[in-house]
């Protein structure tokens, strides 16, 4: 009689403990900013990029100047964003801080 309880039991213990073994950890997908954080990560990371190469990142433009002094990171510089005027806040080129006053 205690076999009835005991297999079942078992086969349960096992079917958990495999899905513990196999490494599977299950996670909600990213959200739209942590996505968008990802794909400009890869973007700047990219070993295809030569020296003059624009990335559109989630925080701006940036023109890849080539790897760094220590051969393993890679150096860009800010582009302004071609969409803002050249007076407007917000755009690195601006003659005005993004709080409004203008630049020193």
Known sequence: MW???VVP??????????GQESGRIRRPPPSAAEAARIASDMAMND???QKGDIVVTDRGFFVFRGPAADGVTNEFARVPDPALPANQPGNPAAKHRSDGRRAN
């Open 9 to 18: 039991a078992a086969l349960i213990l096992s079917a958990a403990v495999h």
């Open 47 to 49: 070993t295809l990029l």
């Open 3 to 5: 076999k009835a309880f």
